[in-house]
């Protein structure tokens, strides 16, 4: 199998969906002549003309209403925001009409769209460009949110994610674009709403998306070393979510500790913290924890954003805690 | 006209737009019906019927009447939250709208929307919405299919006043121009964004002007006035329908009746709502087209009777149509049609 770029997978994704239907057009700030601005798009509207790779103006809240618009209308946008951060300016398109039209239409109106954008943080880009708000999508009834880890991930969810009904919410991680995995060159569909395995233990399990997949697995190897056998939950999806995955995860390890970038108050990690307690409260030999991102706007320094974000070395204290007494 | 009504270029509009006297008998039956209608909506809301928000759009019928009548069947109506006159002007059924108003089953969204999101795609009416301005941009986005499919179908969104200083206007706007978007707006200026002047609000009052700014035609048109509004829509849609671009057309009219139910309208004086009810749509066409010998008083009679009767009707039926089963509370949450996802189900 080649080893290719998330951001390669992401590449082939769209392009099949350019390719095989002629309803899917793009749409965004800098996607064509400019070529994305994480060089997603790259070559894209030479590919594929104008008409189907379109360079927005810088007005998010209609670039998303648009492609909403234009789902209602029976087309498949796909529209690229660059970054979850200017997603903001457009969050009353996406909660107020992508995410109601469908209810509130009586079933009437569908809005087939991908929004996609860049999230997370780690390259020291300040405060208003290092969010992870990815929970507050999740929060909405209606959409579903995708958080691939992987190039594998990558490639197969965007494909669902185009050929789905309803408007998907697809976040990639800026930290990952680089990043390098095996991935088919056929084209796949992985699932909403199924996490993967990706690393089986008996001991506690970390559930982590995103960013923090990759954490998770590289504490996981630490802690073998301490002959704790931990095991690595990667979400995939958070709406859709893989609640019957994490609940049996955690009846087989009966501990478990959530790891993502967001700030922890009020965060994603707190959902799945609850549902673990009201389904295998009798299950769990410790109580279920979170490193989560810190409570504070992102600074720019280096060490300091570092300290803002969880880190292997916590999540491995953290295990300890929980393990102590189990392990050998 | 009131304290506010200067209407810059504006000029009445004399002639019959070019329709036959049929034509014009069907344009004051469709302002009645949507009077009628809603006198019964404001009553049923006052016996507890209906709920919520409860937007009237009394005064204002020849803006959605004429321009309504002046588009093809198939274009779509993006409309505001003031929009049963806009649902029952393209013809959807009175009573599956009143019905809608109730929260009942029958309801044209099953009691899902209410009054301020109608939606009846089989008509090509895709809502009311309560955001203001937060419609536009997804107008552009019907225009952009359209545009994308080659056809000629065209977009058309009602707006109010008080959407004109919402970003989302201005990035709609925009959007509309620099891509030659088959989209014809149409701005509902009837003075007040819910209680506040425009001109307390806003530093351009003309709003037409403000379109102008982003290179696109526009006008006003005298929105008490439902042949102007005919004749402005049918000329502004046929020059967007030919890939022209988008257009805007400001309509000058008044509501008579409060924002919603609940306004006591200390904003305003009883003098200037009156003043502004001397150019009531309904009477003025009624006093032409009896004037013209196109219609009688008998005729008149009959009409209003008939109106009656569909207003009439409408309640019943949504009176009587059962609630929505509490079963059907999560559904449609998400289109849950086969997909790919459980294709690949092992």
């Not at chain 1, 070529?35 to 509207?45: I, L, Q």
């Not at chain 2, 929260?103 to 809502?127: A, C, I, P, Q, Y």
Request: net charge negative; charged share 25%.
């Amino acid at each position: 199998m080649p080893e290719i770029t998330y951001r390669e997978a992401l590449r082939q994704a769209m392009r099949y969906q350019l390719r095989n239907d002629e309803r899917v057009f793009l749409m965004g700030e800098d996607i064509g002549a400019y070529g994305g601005s994480y060089a997603v798009t790259k070559g894209f509207m030479d590919e594929f003309g104008e008409r189907r790779v379109k360079d927005t103006p810088i007005a998010e809240s209609v670039v998303v209403g648009a492609g909403i618009g234009a789902a209602m209308a029976g087309l498949r946008p796909m529209v690229e925001l660059m970054t979850i951060n200017f997603s903001l300016l457009a969050i009353d398109q996406i909660v107020n009409n992508a995410s109601k039209l469908h209810y509130m239409s009586n079933g009437q109106i569908r809005v087939p769209l991908v929004i996609r954008m860049a999230g997370g943080a780690g390259s020291q880009l300040g405060a208003q460009h290092s969010h992870s708000l990815e929970g507050w999508y999740a929060h909405v009834p209606g959409l579903k949110v995708v958080v691939p880890a992987t190039p594998y991930d990558a490639k197969g969810l965007l494909t669902t994610a185009f050929e789905d009904e309803n408007p998907v919410i697809f976040i990639e991680h800026t930290a990952l674009y680089a990043s390098k995995g095996e991935v088919p060159e056929e084209i796949y569909r992985l699932p909403f709403g199924r996490a993967e395995v990706m690393r089986p233990g008996a001991d506690l399990t970390l559930i982590g998306y995103s960013g923090s997949v990759h954490q998770a697995r590289r504490a996981a190897q630490q802690l073998a070393a301490q002959d704790i056998d931990a095991e690595v939950l990667n979400l995939r999806t958070l709406r859709p979510l893989d609640v019957d995955g994490i609940i049996a995860s955690v009846r087989k390890t009966h501990r478990a500790i959530v790891i993502e970038d967001d700030w922890k108050f009020g965060g994603f990690g707190g959902e799945i913290v609850a549902l673990i307690q009201e389904l295998a409260f009798d299950d769990l030999d410790a109580p279920v924890l979170r490193c989560s991102g810190a409570d504070v706007p992102m600074p720019y320094a280096g060490a300091l954003e570092q300290a803002a974000l969880p880190q292997e070395a916590g999540i491995v204290a953290l295990a300890l805690r929980l393990c102590e007494g189990e392990a050998a | 006209m009131g304290q506010h009504g200067k209407t810059g270029t504006l000029t009445r509009h004399d002639g019959g737009a070019g329709m036959t006297g049929d034509e014009l008998v069907a344009l004051l039956h469709t302002m009645m019906e949507i009077r009628r209608f809603e006198e019964k909506a404001a009553e049923m809301y006052a016996r507890g019927k209906i709920h919520g928000f409860l937007h009237l759009y009394i005064g204002q019928e020849a803006v959605a009447t004429g321009a309504i009548a002046a588009l093809r069947p198939d274009d779509y109506i993006v409309s505001h939250y003031r929009e049963h006159g806009h649902a029952l002007a393209r013809g959807v059924d009175p009573k599956r709208v009143m019905a809608e108003l109730f929260g009942k089953e029958t309801g044209v969204t099953g009691g899902r929307g209410g009054s301020m999101h109608l939606f009846d795609v089989s008509k090509s009416f895709l809502g009311g919405y309560a955001i203001v301005a937060g419609h536009m941009p997804l107008a552009c986005g019907l225009g952009l299919a359209e545009q994308y499919k080659g056809s000629d179908r065209i977009a058309v969104n009602f707006l109010g006043d008080g959407a004109v200083n919402e970003g989302e206007f201005h990035e709609a706007l925009n959007l509309a121009a620099v891509w030659k978007l088959p989209v014809l707006f149409i701005c509902e200026n009837n003075f007040y964004g819910m209680g506040t002047a425009v001109q307390r609000v806003s530093a351009l009052v003309e709003v037409y002007k403000r379109a102008e700014a982003y290179g696109m035609h526009a006008e006003q048109a005298d929105g008490m006035d439902v042949l102007a509004m005919y004749e402005a829509t049918a000329r502004l849609a046929k020059r967007v329908r030919a890939g022209e671009g988008p257009a805007f057309l400001e309509a000058i009219c008044y509501r008579f009746r409060g924002h919603s139910m609940a306004d006591p309208e200390f904003y305003r004086t009883k003098g200037e709502v009156d003043r502004w009810r001397t150019l009531d749509p309904i009477a003025s066409l009624k006093r032409r087209l009896l004037a013209d010998g196109v219609l009688t008083e008998e005729r008149v009679a009959d009409m209003q009777a008939e109106v009656d009767d569909i207003a009439r009707e409408a309640a019943e039926f949504a009176e009587q149509s059962p609630p929505p089963p509490t079963e059907s509370l999560t559904r449609d949450v998400y289109v849950d049609a086969p997909s790919a996802e459980e294709g690949s189900r092992a």
